[in-house]
């Protein structure tokens, strides 16, 4: 399903100065957006940059998985954060609350974050984020890159043959998504998600944590090849998944190294 293109003026349209998304770059077909997003990690003034495409050619998860898109029915793109020294861990979990708020904010779905990254509908994944750091000639940089599901079918789902199940907002409403106006919702909650975890980190993860179910229920985690089971009691900004694991003390998960096996 293709609705209209991406279009940096629409998306600006209206939305109030702010510095995630004050330079938008569209693309139609790029390998990863995080790659185009890095290019432009030397310039000065590229601090709250957002690339998007209409699709990607090796668009990467984490831990060295793909991410697939059909093109235009989808939200891929990147924010570029130059010189902030701000840890990955919490950024990722202020992009999912962004993603989750703005998401919820628009449709009746009932959205859940799962640790650290992933924005579900109903157990299904609807929104993967990846965020990656570099330092660049001395400055702490980062990427956040977003794919969120907005207009695809089914079919393309089925298609691909998925291990984890994966939905779209189109699959969920009944009805096509307008990515553009999408797309500035979420620029804006960005803009203040991001900026909270410069000043009240301990919000983040308190608005996340309303997102979440896993907390208090039994989990597995795989980290580094090793198989851990446990109830998990917490998440901490800082340090990851707080695990009571059930054969021993409890134990910290830093989102970079692990990943949590569906029971
Ligand atoms: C995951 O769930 O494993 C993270 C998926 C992140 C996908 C997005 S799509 C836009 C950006 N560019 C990429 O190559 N990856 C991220």
Known sequence: MQTGLLSAERILKGSPVRQIGRRILILDSVSSTNDIAWGQAEQPDSDGLCVFAETQTAGRGRRGRTWQSGRGDSLLFSVLLRDRPLPADILTLASAVAVAESVAGQFPLHIQIKWPNDVLIEKKK?????????????????????GLNVNQSREFFLSLGLETPA????IETGQETDRNALAALILNSLDHWLSVCRYAPGEVGQVWKRYNRQIGSQIRILENQQEFSGTCIDIDPAKGLVVQLNHGPIRFFRAANCTVIPA
């Open 167 to 170: 939905t779209s907002l189109a």
């Open 126 to 146: 609807i929104c993967g984020i990846l965020t990656e750091s570099r330092n660049i000639r001395g400055r702490m940089c980062l990427v956040v890159g977003i």
